[in-house]
Structure formats: C-alpha cells, structure tokens
C-alpha cells in the first residue's frame, strides 16, 4: 500500500498496528512525525476509522502544525475533523463547550505570567505580606507545581515556611481567577480533569468521540496530562504513545519520566516498538550521544544507528576564559561560512541564558548576524500586552486584571487613589471592576472631576465591545489604536523606542490580517495568542546563527550544532548535584544537545569565566569525558593549552614534596601531569589544579 512507502520496517509494524495500546519509543531523527501522520491514515484509510474519531495531542503549536500539514499531504478527505492540536489547545477547546457546568462562563480568558503575578500580588498586599520576601513568581511556580500534580487548593498542604504562605495565597488566588471568569494554564488540563471526573456523561461523550488517541513526546507529559490521556483512553484503550525517555528534560515543568518508562505496566497488552534507525546524524554524533546517555542507569534499551556516512570526528576546544571561548566559537562560525554553510545552519547552544550575553557580544563584534531564542518574546513586549489587555476586557468585561493594567494607558489622569476606590467600590456590591467604572457616579469618595475621566473610560470600552462582534480582530485593533490616542502618543513621543514600539504593533496588526478578515473572532485570535510558544516563532530559513538553550532546541535539528559551557557546575548544573536523578536528567540534556547536530559537533569550555559576577574556575564536564577519546578530532591535543612542564623536570608540591615529572597525557581537552613523587609514589594530576613549582 503507498502509505507504507518508504518506511522502514520498525515504522511499518508501529503503521499498521491497529486495536489496543501501543508504545513507540523514538530515538532522536528516527522519523517518528512521519510514524504518526502514516499511522492516522492507515487507521483512515485502511481501517475506516472516521477521522472524527481520531484525537492526536502533542506539546507545541509547531508540532501540531507540521503533523496537520503532513496529514493533509496524506489524508484528502475530512482531513480537519481530526483533533491535532497540543494539550492546552485540546483541553480550551472542551471547556469553551463544557466549562458552564464547572460555574463558568464559556467566555473565560487565559492568564498569561505577567496577569498571574499581578494578581498574586494583590493577593499579597490584602493579605499583607511584603511581595519582596515573597516573589510572586515563586509562590506561582508553588501552585503551578500543584496544579500540574491535580492539587487543588483545598488538598494543598504546606511542608516548609514558605509553602505555608502558598498554602494562604493558593485558595484566594483561584477564587480571584474564578471572580475573573479566568483560568491559567494549569487550570486548562485541571478543569477538564475534574470535568470528566464530575460528570461521567460528559467523559463518556469524549471517549466516544476520541475512539483513537496519539500522543506525541509521552515522556514530556506531567501527572495532569497523563491523567487526562489516561481517562480518555480508557474505555476502548486504543491510545498510541510515542516518545523517548533519553529525551526526557522537562522535569522542571512537572514532566514525569515514568509515565513513558511504566506504560506496559499501565497497560500490560501495550505493543512496544522501537524507531532506533536515524535519519538525521552521522554515525560518529550518534556513538557521542549512546556513549553519554548508556551511564543513565534507568532508560529503556535502544541504541540510535543510522545509514549516513561516519562522519567527521567531533571538535573539543578548551579556552582560557568564556571569553576566549566566544572568540573561538564566531572564528569557526567565520570558517564554517567560508565553506559554504549558511548562517541559518549553524546553532549554539547552552545550558543557561546567562551565558548567551558574551556569545552575542562576540556575534556583533565579529559582524556575525544572529537570531536569540528564548529572549524577550514578542507578546511580552509592553506595547503589545497593552493592546492585548484592550481586547480581553473587550472579549470578557469580568476581566480585572486587564482593566488594572489599561485604565490609565495612555495616560488619561486616573491615579492609584480612584483604581483603589473603584476596587473597594467593585467589592462592596461584588461586581467587577468595570462595572464599577460603569456605575462611578455612585462612588462618593471619588470627586466629580475624576469620576468624568472614569466615565469616559467605561463610554470607550463599551463602545468597543457593541463594535466588536461586526469587525474583524485587525480592524477591532485599528479603532482601538485611535479611539485611546495610543498611537498618536507614541508618534507624538517621536523616539527611536517610539517608532519601535510602533513597528511591533505594525507587525501585530499584520499577524491579525493573517488571521482573517471575519467578524467577532477576538475570542479565537486571544486563545491563539495565549497558547503560542517562543520556539513556534522560529523561522528556521531566517538568515543568522541561532542562539538558544538546550531546553529550548528540542526537536530542532541543525547541520552544525557547538555545545558551549561543558563544565561541572555549569553543565551538569551545580543544581542537580544536589536533586535526586539530577545529573542523570542533565545527561539527558547533554544526549538532547548532541542529537540535534546533522554533520559537525563542537564541544566548548573555559577553564575560568564569569558566572553571575563571579570568577569561576571549573573543571571539564564528566559528559566530554563519557565520550570515547577516538571520536574526537586528534589534533585537539594542541587546542589545549600547553603545560609549562615536561618529561624529565623536577618539581615541587606543597603537600607531596618533591617529585619529576614522567609524562603530560592530553585526553579530551584536559591536559594531566603525571608525576613521580619520593613520599607517595606516582600521582596523575590536572595540569591547570596541579599547584606544581618547577625547580630550576
């Protein structure tokens, strides 16, 4: 049959599998997108599953994208009534038709962090603690953990200080959203968890519908999610998983690594089969990643193999500084552009942003353009969460927080002293906030001449809303761009800051053309905009060398790739020293890394750089040692700093005595001294710890 063209013959089994569960395990570039989409079509086309009945989720609105486009190529007919959508996209797409039964309005709104920190310190400031000691963002994290756990505020109990002030904000800041008709990310999968545990009808409908469930990247899933996938598949149990454990880095996010590694237990029929053929890399990247991941001591057996040619050996590079380390990657980015290669091609990655600031400072020094992953996102950009905050309180007037951000921008003389008796107002009668704004004449405290401004705020918002079904969401923007002189203050202002804000709304507006010219889709274009992730932005044609973190280049691929900072403390992070299957998810990470090079790899580190201010001095990360030394360029005996010792000389250590040296081995970017000493017999030191004198 065609679908099963051009499939190898793991592919093929896990294709045409039909009833019950299944588990995938995919290895880096084994092609599992390609899996997936062939298997929907098989279902469709060879078992005539109704598309409708198909439910395919994943984690990244890019992700989906591409599947849906691959399934279109595939499937001509009724290709979009299939549900590919990520797990947040899925879940919103439920409530908008469910979430009345939980006692909220269809209409609700996504919170994104800046909305929730706003909140919360609200929250703080009623209940009078002082947001310095206690970061917002920290006690969000708290409950963001709970919630992906399915902890509701009334089961959260406090184990510490600190989570006893979680455990105080944790109810009142649900309450506040539910005052909002809002929910946050956590609350997408919580509700509809507790949705389908309330109402078995409704779960039942969904089990119906979804009679075959895929789900991409298993191992990333948390313990909401997989409760979510676990209810839905749990009436026919035909749910397809695909995912790879080596590949699992999100613990951070709640991301719970057994649920992929106990599947068979959960579903002791499941079929398992392993994608270990790459398409992606040489064989020598691949032998790098196994020899680095094979010391985790708990993943499923698989090793990658692949029919490319063996491929370059792999470059090591020590420099002096993170400085000099910089210098070398951008000479190489310099040569590699020589050759031919584009800028487009070549990636660097490391394990925290503090480390991108000397890479692009390097960049532009060498004239080298670059594209920032992971930096400020454009919907974070103030201009454009000010316009946002406009179309939600448009969308739902219970939205507080909105109004809270907007009553005053631009500037329209309504101080903190009226928002604050408006708020006390709105909670007097119960009614939101903009209600309140509706009914200021009633507000005693609020005089005459601010209570008209107040007045003319509520009169334009209002005006707004009766418009906003009759226009399309770029049109709905226009008005609101002149209606509130927003525009006209920042050409007014006539800075280079005012023309750039200007340009970002200029590119809003054409992101909402895009969107369509139909009328009274403002709830559809927020839902997208608050479910749309930074890496989905990346364009991978745009001419400049990506920068990014290893988290953020999962699922990318790059025909260069320099993994730069590989040093204990950095990468391993000193964190996971401390945590618990710590350095084994760092592994992970570093397996990650290695795995998104096509053709060249380039292992960096410092011997001494700057870290948050301070100097440190680490030592080569155990990962470059976990690499067998053949696969390494031999010439990188000379990448390393030349020891100002040799065979033959005497030397002196403060703890040891005198001693001669017998031999300098260069192995992995490390350079060791080894030394005879009278007292203690033969010790191999490290050349830059090994505090010898040399005694002339």
Known sequence: MEILQNLNEEQKKAVVHQEGPILILAGAGSGKTRVLTHRIAYLIYQYDVAPTNILAVTFTNKAAAEMKERIANLVTTASDSIWISTFHSSCVRILRREITKLDYESNFVIFDTS?????????????????KNF??????????????????????????YFSQVVEEVYPCYQARLKENNALDFGDLIMKTVQLFRKYPAVLDYYQEKFKYILVDEYQDVNHAQYQLINLLAAKHNNICVVGDDDQSIYRFRGADITNILNFENDYPKAEVIKLEQNYRSTQNI?????????????????????????????????????????????????????????????AILYRTNAQSRRLEQTLIRKEIPYRMIGGLKFYDRKEIKDILAYLRLIYNPADDISLQRVINIPKRGIGKTTLARLQEFATQEEISLLEAVKRVEEIDSISARFSNKVRAFGELITDLQHRQPKLSVANLTQELLEQTGYLAQLKAAGTEQAESRIDNLNELLASMEEFGEEAGALGSFLEEVALVADVDNLDEEADGVVLMTLHSAKGLEFPIVFLAGMEEELFPHSRSLAEEGGIAEERRLCYVGITRAEEKLYLTHAKRRKVYGQTKYNSPSRFISEISNSLFQQNEVSRVER???????????????????????????????????????VKELAAEYAKLTKIN
């Open 115 to 131: 909305d929730q920190k706003t909140l919360v310190k609200n929250i703080l400031q009623e209940l009078d603690l002082d947001p």
């Open 643 to 681: 020891s100002q010792f040799g065979p033959g000389d005497k030397v002196v250590h403060k703890q040891w005595g005198q001693g001669e040296v017998r031999d300098i081995i260069a192995e992995h970017g490390r350079e060791k001294i080894v030394v005879f000493f009278k007292e203690v017999g």
């Open 286 to 346: 691949l032998t790098a990643a196994f020899s680095v991941i094979s010391n985790n001591p708990q993943r499923k057996a698989k090793k990658l193999w692949t029919e490319n040619p063996e491929g370059e050996p792999l470059a090591l590079h020590q420099a002096k500084t993170g400085h000099q380390e910089a210098d070398y990657i951008a000479q190489e980015i310099l040569k590699l552009e020589q050759e031919g290669y584009s800028w487009h091609d070549i």
């Open 135 to 160: 970061k917002p963002r920290a006690i969000l994290g708290r409950i963001s953990q709970a919630k992906n756990k399915l902890i509701t505020p009334q089961d959260y109990q406090a184990t510490d």
